[in-house]
């Protein structure tokens, strides 16, 4: 008999995926709109991941309106504040309200993320055996954070979308005292070839069809 699954709270960091507004480091390789394809792709794959992972509670923190690819199950909540750092804070508060079980939040942006990655970061926080998860991106950043007690403070202030954001982040957990649990580095979607090399590590994932139906890109943008 299979056990309940372990109080834990898993929370996607997401942006509607409009022509213009999500993925425009995509363009020109791609266009605006084919861009937002390949976004609500990478969304739907992130979502399906956290859907079919064992936690108690998934939330969607979204910055627009809820659309076809959301699946159910989540409990949807608006973001707010100004940058990056301040809307994970109060994405993190508005988490904390309704309940106090250890949380992990990714993005929308690493389509290759599986159900067994994310109960490795769930798992330390749930046993006590880690204080925080943290999964590190390629781009000098991190596409992972987890924390056995929620605390905002832990994200407010730290400079987003730079080369040394992973770094900064995880010097924060360190410098709080948090035994902190490293996760596999992932690669972001942020260029063509970025793209087409996830495609191609997840063949089966939305994400790939899509790239495979848009056809290559990649190549044509270094020329």
């Known amino acids: 008999m299979l056990g309940n699954p372990p109080a834990a709270q898993l929370m996607v960091i997401a942006k509607e995926p409009v022509p213009g507004r999500v993925k425009t480091r995509l363009t020109p390789a791609y266009t605006?709109?084919?861009?937002a394809e390949l976004a609500e792709a990478a969304l739907a794959d992130t979502l399906a991941a956290v859907a079919s992972a064992s936690v108690t509670r998934r939330i969607l923190a979204l910055a627009g309106a809820p659309g076809r690819w959301l699946p159910p199950g989540f409990d949807v909540i608006?973001?707010?504040g100004g940058g990056l750092d301040e809307r994970l804070a109060w994405a993190l508060a508005d988490a904390?309200?309704?309940?106090?079980?250890?949380?992990?939040?990714?993005?929308?942006?690493?389509?290759q993320v599986t159900p067994a990655l994310l109960a490795q970061a769930v798992e330390p926080l749930v046993s006590g055996t880690a204080d925080a998860t943290f999964g590190p991106a390629e781009d000098g950043g991190?596409?992972?954070?987890?924390?056995?007690?929620?605390?905002?403070?832990?994200?407010?202030?730290?400079p987003?979308?730079?080369?040394?954001t992973g770094a900064l982040q995880l010097a924060r957990l360190r410098h709080a005292g948090l035994r902190v649990r490293m996760l596999p580095e992932l690669a972001d979607v942020d260029t063509a070839a970025e793209a087409e090399r996830?495609?191609?590590?997840?063949?089966?994932?939305r994400f790939a069809a899509r790239v495979r139906a848009l056809g290559p890109r990649a190549l044509a943008?270094?020329?």
């Open 32 to 35: 605006p709109a084919e861009a």
């Open 96 to 111: 904390l309200v309704t309940s106090p079980a250890p949380l992990v939040f990714i993005g929308m942006d690493t389509p």
């Open 221 to 223: 943008t270094a020329r």
């Open 142 to 158: 991190f596409w992972l954070l987890g924390l056995r007690e929620i605390d905002p403070a832990l994200v407010l202030g730290v």
């Open 160 to 164: 987003m979308s730079r080369e040394d």
């Open 198 to 205: 996830i495609a191609a590590a997840t063949p089966g994932s």
């Open 78 to 80: 608006a973001q707010r």
